[in-house]
């Protein structure tokens, strides 16, 4: 009788503990086109998060806003996301000593900075309301008129599959375009990661990525949202030279 007794309770605990994630890991829709998550596992690390935001571009749009645009040197993903009136803004990509775009930006019919041919490297990009990504050496070759565009690196999926990547613990930013050609924004804030699990993260549901693409992380990993009763403010340890930000099609 005892057994059974701890075995019900068992089975009471486990069915409990997966109702607990199932509910954590539910999208949440936060705004017209926007739909947000919490990946962490917040029973084990309650200071952790996740933060991933899924973006359906008919309703929402992306853009590159940088520290020139601010007349700084370096700034803030809330600066950013103030100057530009945008719902959501997450850190760009990797910059100089000084904070120099390296790699390709493109955003409001602008061109920031030049392609650079880094072959692990790949160029996030969107033409006609519709997300890419692919390697430099096809970018240039198909490239079209293009609304926005970031270049940074490593690729973390490719078709679906994870390339082979490097080692190492750092708090991570990421773009990915779902198997529905909707775009996730992925933030981490006391979650440090490696690559690989963050290729794996990405790719499995309930973010089912076919492509994903690394961008600058570690301390320039940070992230600005107001939405509703939905506010996120992780600065992370320092500022950047540039942001992706999201704001309402007009």
Not at 126 to 148: E, G, P, V
Request: hydrophobic share 40%; charged share 20%; proline share 4%.
């Amino acid at each position: 009788m005892l057994r059974q007794t701890k075995i019900h309770a068992y089975i009471c605990f486990l069915l409990f503990s997966w109702i607990n994630i199932s509910m954590a890991h539910t999208w949440k829709n936060v705004a017209p086109g926007i739909d947000y998550i919490d990946m962490a596992d917040r029973n084990l690390v309650p200071w952790s998060h996740i933060h991933v935001f899924k973006i359906n571009l008919k309703k929402q749009a992306l853009d590159i806003v940088t520290a020139h645009d601010l007349s700084k040197e370096n700034a803030s993903v809330k600066d950013f996301a103030m100057h530009s009136k945008a719902v959501i803004a997450i850190n760009g990509g990797f910059f100089d000593t000084q904070y120099k775009p390296l790699g390709l930006r493109i955003g409001h019919e602008h061109q920031y900075s030049k392609l650079k041919s880094i072959s692990w490297w790949g160029v996030f990009y969107i033409a006609d309301n519709q997300a890419h990504l692919s390697n430099y050496s096809y970018f240039r070759s198909h490239r079209k008129h293009i609304d926005f565009a970031i270049q940074s690196g490593p690729r973390l999926l490719i078709d679906g599959k994870s390339p082979k990547l490097k080692p190492g613990l750092a708090e991570r930013t990421a773009l990915g375009i779902t198997e529905k050609s909707e775009v996730i924004l992925l933030v981490t804030e006391r979650s440090p990661m490696n690559t690989a699990t963050l290729s794996d993260l990405m790719k499995h549901a309930p973010l089912s990525c076919d492509q994903a693409l690394n961008l600058d992380g570690g301390s320039s990993s940070q992230i600005y949202a107001q939405l509703g009763l939905l506010n996120i403010h992780a600065h992370g340890l320092s500022n950047v030279s540039d942001a992706v930000v999201v704001k309402p099609r007009e």
